[in-house]
């Protein structure tokens, strides 16, 4: 066995044997170890199957990538893979089905992948032993299929070994430390091996290893079953006509996939509710190739529904039930990159629900991250520091479960699901809840999404906003902001203090955008990757010198500390302290904003006193330390009032009170995000990310191309070989009940130029908006393509930015 490699992946399931072929074949010097051996956890008992379908738009990427890498590995290896191209079937019993799968389609154009909405009748011409009169539909992928987990290990394995890899086998990794070069001493009970970079890939046994390196993942697998038939007599005689394997049948509203097994036997895995998680406090030594007891009465549900779809499964013999487990997080998502905690070229390939599906594409992301830095796709939704100290063990197990049980609900844009809720609240939650606050959840904070006209309310979910019990409170508390003034609690909002003699020079490399120079000034900027998307995004005040007030989006804690942690100077001149605990924030708006602050504070609001993108400390009734700064993501005049946390109530009720005659209503997060539309404020996350730089998106006046900053040098090799994209501010014209929430395809002349990155309806200005990416050459002003929403085509031209109040006069109001 070697004793220094440069990178050393921990773990011999399908992520692994992935990750170890694609650094071999970049040319980096990589050993394997695997406890038992190849395959033994989830992958041996994994049922296979490679789905397409995904509405995530960077695990679908990953999906993509790897059924295609798949169709390629006999070719090159050697080493029969068994992938049968035989195709997918997602059936629609109701028309909020038929929508999901049009709001898929959105995904699909964007990243090209083949699928075809489907009539019940083509249904039954390619499952004809289904039945079909009460479907609404269908969607169709004709180009996946299902695999053998192990083939497909085994040929990652001799690619990697062919490029130089090595596999260590029944070889048990008992400890990670830091070796006193930086590098990273993996030890094993066969010795030692020292090496650059760390990769651990290690299924169900993830957080027994990492508490070698004090990190715990929120990843906690359930068990999954699945029913393997005897010889079923209509499935035999279709194999002895020659006809072909019929497509993997799902059955999305009973919740259960169903698929031939050797031609000759169906293989029925559901997804039940009760499932258990497993290995809440770690795995056995001997755990090798483990499976639990199967649960027939769990599965009996999904049993029958079957059997009424698929009439030839009532009289098939169960051979056996799999029961084994299979890794879930809470957002169902696995967890792919830098694992962050300071621990640096520390990797993880984690948490697959999905595993056999990803595997391919996450070998492929952790060899871009350490051979270039960072990979070609945003990552975000798969990167394990999108969770942060809220993801304890109980919380990930309620999730879990949830997601497990929720798999093939209708997922909806807008979906709030009530697991591990409520539990980070702010101070005045139960006010709102009396106000009528009907809650979505964000990183585990319970936020106002829109306010009902009665306590208790539940939310609509659809594709169809215009249909929804909340589109008509958008409308209402959209209008109060513009004509009169109304507040959002924005405690959720990430909030950070730096300071230290070199914390100017420090915020100066790391964005790059100035620093606002004076003390008061507010400035928004933005983290780089090095390639020049877009890492992150932060308000920045300057509370005295080289002492700052950092705010960030609450989704970004544990992503954009990291970016702060890791570029921290080693001489200690730069303190970085977590406040977001100690500070609520209230978000007070429109053109009556002003006159409501009158009435709770003794200091001057007027514009000569506070101007816009300036903060200053006030005292707000009884509240000393109030940050308050002239800046508000809706568009209107307006502050947001940084507050201690023990005050909150008390400002509350001052600002309910002063606020009774002047209009005042309270805002939910949906009807802001409408807002911020009209005025094409581009939200982090979706419209900023590592796909699009700042001047991608238009905001080249937040650039400084003057100083050395983080992501420059890619800035500038952008512009050289010429911008992929360029943001254009859109108006769609016809729409009806559906309008954009993101991930909608745009064409032009038959051709896709762009994808739709966010939008909605602005209430203010009754029209229909999306914020876009498309071929720079189709971002003039006036240019005029089409925009799908479920799958029908809207006209759509570019207008100038910020449709409503442009020239900022409401922002700006000395009234």
């Known amino acids: 066995m070697k004793k220094y490699s440069r990178a050393v992946v921990i773990g011999g399931g399908v992520a692994g044997c992935s990750t170890i072929y694609h650094l071999a074949k970049r040319g980096i010097e990589t050993v394997l170890c695997e406890r038992n051996t190849l395959t033994s956890g989830s992958t041996w008992h994994a049922a296979g199957l490679l789905p397409l379908f995904n509405m995530s738009y960077a695990v679908a990427q990953l999906h993509k990538y790897s059924i295609d890498l798949y169709k390629t590995l006999e070719e090159e290896t050697g080493q029969d893979v068994g992938f049968h191209v035989c195709g997918n079937i997602r059936l629609a019993h109701t028309q909020a089905r038929m929508d999901e799968y049009k709001n898929y389609a959105g995904v699909a154009r964007s990243i090209g992948v083949d699928y075809q909405i489907i009539t019940p009748e083509k249904v039954k011409e390619l499952w004809p032993l289904?039945?079909?009169?009460?479907?609404?539909?269908?969607?169709?992928?004709?180009?996946?299929?299902?695999?053998?987990?192990?083939?497909?290990?085994?040929?990652?394995?001799?690619?990697?070994?062919?490029?130089?890899?090595?596999?260590?086998?029944?070889?048990?990794?008992?400890?990670?430390?830091?070796?006193?070069?930086?590098?990273?001493?993996?030890?094993?009970?066969?010795?030692?091996?020292?090496?650059?970079y760390v990769v651990t890939a290690s299924g169900s046994y993830t957080n027994q290893l990492l508490s070698?390196?004090?990190?715990?993942?929120?990843?906690?697998?359930?068990?999954?079953?699945?029913?393997?038939?005897?010889?079923?007599?209509?499935?035999?005689?279709?194999?002895?006509?020659?006809?072909?394997?019929?497509?993997?049948?799902?059955?999305?509203?009973?919740?259960?996939?169903?698929?031939?097994?050797?031609?000759?036997?169906?293989?029925?895995?559901?997804?039940?509710?009760?499932?258990?998680?497993?290995?809440?406090?770690?795995?056995?030594?001997?755990?090798?190739?483990e499976l639990f007891q199967g649960d027939l009465d769990r599965l009996?549900?999904?049993?029958?529904?079957?059997?009424?779809?698929?009439?030839?499964?009532?009289?098939?013999?169960?051979?056996?039930?799999?029961?084994?487990?299979?890794?879930?997080?809470?957002?169902?998502?696995?967890?792919?990159?830098?694992?962050?905690?300071?621990?640096?070229?520390?990797?993880?390939?984690?948490?697959?629900?999905?595993?056999?599906?990803?595997?391919g594409g996450a070998g492929k992301v952790i060899a871009d991250q350490i051979v270039e830095g960072e990979t070609d796709l945003d990552t975000f939704s798969i990167d394990a520091r999108r969770f942060s100290k809220y993801a304890n063990k109980q919380y990930t197990l309620a999730k879990n479960v949830e997601t497990y049980e929720h798999l093939f609900t209708v997922h909806y844009p807008m979906e709030e699901r009530p697991g591990a809720r409520p539990a980070r609240t702010s101070p005045c939650y139960d006010r709102l809840a009396a106000r009528g606050a009907v809650f979505g959840q964000r990183v585990g904070w319970e936020r106002a999404n829109w306010f009902a006209d009665a306590p208790n309310t539940k939310d609509d979910w659809t594709f169809r906003q215009a249909q929804a019990n909340w589109f008509p409170a958008?409308?209402?508390?959209?209008?109060?902001?513009?004509?009169?003034?109304?507040?959002?609690?924005?405690?959720?909002?990430?909030?950070?203090?730096?300071?230290?003699?070199?914390?100017?020079?420090?915020?100066?490399?790391?964005?790059?955008?100035?620093?606002?120079?004076?003390?008061?000034?507010?400035?928004?900027?933005?983290?780089?990757?090095?390639?020049?998307?877009?890492?992150?995004?932060?308000?920045?005040?300057?509370?005295?010198?080289?002492?700052?007030?950092?705010?960030?989006?609450?989704?970004?804690?544990?992503?954009?500390?990291?970016?702060?942690r890791r570029n921290l100077p080693k001489d200690g001149s730069v303190h970085i302290h977590n406040v977001t605990n100690q500070y609520g924030v209230f978000v007070l708006a429109g053109p009556n904003a002003r006159k409501l602050l009158r009435k709770i504070t003794d200091a001057n609001v007027e514009n000569d006193g506070f101007k816009w993108l300036t903060g200053q400390a006030i005292s707000v009734g009884y509240a000393p330390d109030v940050m308050a700064m002239r800046v508000n993501?809706?568009?209107?005049?307006?502050?947001?009032?940084?507050?201690?946390?023990?005050?909150?109530?008390?400002?509350?009720?001052?600002?309910?009170?002063?606020?009774?005659?002047?209009?005042?209503?309270?805002?939910?997060?949906?009807?802001?995000?409408?807002?911020?539309?009209?005025?094409?404020?581009?939200?982090?996350?979706?419209?900023?990310?590592?796909?699009?730089?700042?001047?991608?998106?238009?905001?080249?006046?937040?650039?400084?191309?003057?100083?050395?900053?983080?992501?420059?040098?890619?800035?500038?090799?952008?512009?050289?070989?010429?911008?992929?994209?360029?943001?254009?501010?859109?108006?769609?014209?016809?729409?009806?009940?559906?309008?954009?929430?993101?991930?909608?395809?745009?064409?032009?002349?038959?051709?896709?130029?762009g994808r739709v990155s966010s939008g909605g309806f602005g209430h203010r200005l009754q029209r229909s908006f999306a914020m876009s990416f498309v071929d720079p050459e189709y971002a003039q002003i006036g240019t005029e393509f089409e925009v799908m929403i479920l799958e029908k085509p809207y006209k759509a031209k570019v207008i100038a930015d910020s449709p409503y109040d442009p020239n900022n006069e409401k922002l700006k109001s000395a009234d």
Request: net charge negative; glycine share 10%.
């Open 130 to 196: 289904s039945k079909t009169d009460d479907l609404v539909g269908a969607l169709w992928h004709n180009t996946d299929g299902h695999i053998a987990p192990a083939d497909l290990c085994m040929a990652f394995v001799k690619g990697a070994r062919n490029n130089g890899g090595e596999i260590y086998e029944k070889t048990c990794v008992t400890d990670i430390e830091k070796a006193p070069s930086g590098e990273w001493i993996v030890k094993t009970d066969k010795g030692d091996i020292q090496c650059e």
């Open 212 to 289: 070698a390196v004090g990190v715990k993942l929120p990843m906690i697998p359930v068990e999954h079953q699945y029913i393997v038939t005897d010889i079923v007599p209509e499935l035999q005689e279709r194999l002895d006509a020659g006809l072909p394997e019929m497509a993997i049948l799902r059955e999305s509203d009973a919740s259960y996939y169903l698929r031939e097994e050797q031609r000759n036997r169906y293989l029925l895995g559901p997804y039940e509710k009760g499932a258990k998680p497993c290995y809440v406090d770690g795995v056995s030594h001997n755990a090798e190739r």
């Open 300 to 359: 009996l549900p999904h049993v029958e529904a079957c059997m009424v779809r698929v009439p030839s499964f009532e009289n098939a013999g169960i051979k056996e039930i799999i029961n084994g487990a299979i890794a879930y997080t809470p957002d169902g998502n696995p967890m792919i990159g830098p694992i962050g905690h300071g621990l640096e070229n520390f990797f993880i390939a984690e948490g697959f629900s999905f595993g056999i599906t990803a595997g």
């Open 474 to 564: 958008l409308k209402r508390e959209s209008e109060a902001m513009r004509d009169a003034c109304g507040l959002i609690d924005m405690t959720n909002f990430v909030k950070y203090e730096a300071y230290g003699a070199g914390t100017e020079a420090f915020l100066e490399r790391i964005f790059a955008n100035k620093m606002p120079k004076k003390i008061g000034g507010v400035k928004l900027v933005h983290g780089l990757y090095e390639s020049g998307g877009t890492h992150s995004e932060f308000t920045v005040t300057k509370m005295g010198d080289n002492c700052y007030y950092l705010v960030s989006s609450s989704a970004g804690e544990g992503f954009d500390y990291d970016l702060l």
């Open 633 to 753: 993501y809706v568009g209107e005049l307006g502050w947001e009032l940084h507050h201690p946390i023990e005050y909150q109530n008390h400002i509350f009720d001052l600002i309910e009170d002063a606020g009774k005659d002047l209009g005042l209503r309270h805002v939910g997060m949906r009807a802001m995000d409408s807002m911020r539309v009209e005025k094409s404020y581009r939200a982090w996350g979706p419209d900023l990310n590592r796909d699009y730089s700042p001047i991608e998106a238009g905001l080249d006046r937040m650039i400084d191309m003057n100083k050395e900053f983080i992501g420059k040098a890619g800035l500038i090799a952008r512009e050289k070989t010429g911008l992929k994209w360029k943001f254009a501010m859109t108006e769609i014209d016809g729409t009806e009940d559906a309008h954009c929430f993101g991930n909608e395809a745009i064409y032009k002349d038959g051709k896709k130029i």
